[in-house]
């Protein structure tokens, strides 16, 4: 058992030391020296968990959408306005989900990588959710679910990365709430619009609730 908790200390010290090189010099400039500097493990180590750096890339990718989790909410629009920024706040303290962003829009990645991966799981994950607003009465009847999650998903995007050029993603959350602002009125039902909560400050109110110990 203590050797098994090792591995898995070790699988994470690579994957966080991975995220955080691969943010800071894309894939191409990336290498396995850089990685095993920064995790301070061995050789033999990483190349045990990960056979090559295009499987290291791949496990940084396959991170991504965990960092999405949120409590689940009654109204299904207000989990979806949770989930984005929920990642919008953790991208400020995470290099691995750093990381996985920058290769998941990182052009310059090999085949072997499916930096395609993390956009077509959060389609998945948000139409699903959107399925349910549906159900629930939530979403004007116009709504095509997939279309707009898909919308929403290349526009944040776009945004984090035009917000981390600009100000190292430290107005992230003034931006997600200004795209709020202008999609809730077009998908979601005018009576639900004045309960919905997009304030900039959302991400971390949703994560202190989350993190507060239980009395």
């Known amino acids: 058992m203590a050797r098994q908790e090792r591995a898995i200390r070790t699988r994470r010290a690579i994957l966080e030391a991975a995220g955080a090189v691969f943010d800071e010099h894309g894939y191409t400039s990336t290498t396995i020296a850089m990685v095993l500097e920064r995790a301070e493990v061995t050789k033999g180590a990483l190349y045990f968990h990960f ?6 890339a791949q496990a940084v990718l396959d991170e991504q959408v965990p960092f999405g989790a949120v409590p689940p909410q009654p109204c299904k629009l207000q989990e979806i306005i949770d989930m984005t920024f929920v990642v919008g706040m953790r991208l400020l303290g995470s290099s691995l989900l750093r990381g996985s962003v920058r290769l998941a829009v990182d052009q310059a990645t090999p085949s072997g990588v499916d930096h395609g991966q993390p956009f077509r799981q959060w389609a998945e994950r948000l139409t699903e959710l959107m399925e349910e607003a549906r159900a629930q009465g939530e979403l004007l009847p116009t709504v095509r679910s ?6 929403l998903v290349g526009a944040f995007s776009g945004i984090q990365l035009m917000s981390r050029a600009l100000t190292d993603r430290t107005d992230l959350g003034e931006r997600l709430s200004v795209l709020w602002a202008h999609m809730l009125p077009s998908i979601a039902v005018p009576g639900l ?3 919905l909560d997009s304030g900039a400050d959302r991400g971390s109110r949703v994560l202190t609730a989350t993190e507060a110990p239980i009395a």
Request: aromatic share 0%.
């Open 51 to 56: 056979p090559s750096k295009e499987s290291l």
């Open 146 to 151: 997939r279309d707009t999650v898909e919308l």
């Open 193 to 195: 619009l004045p309960g």
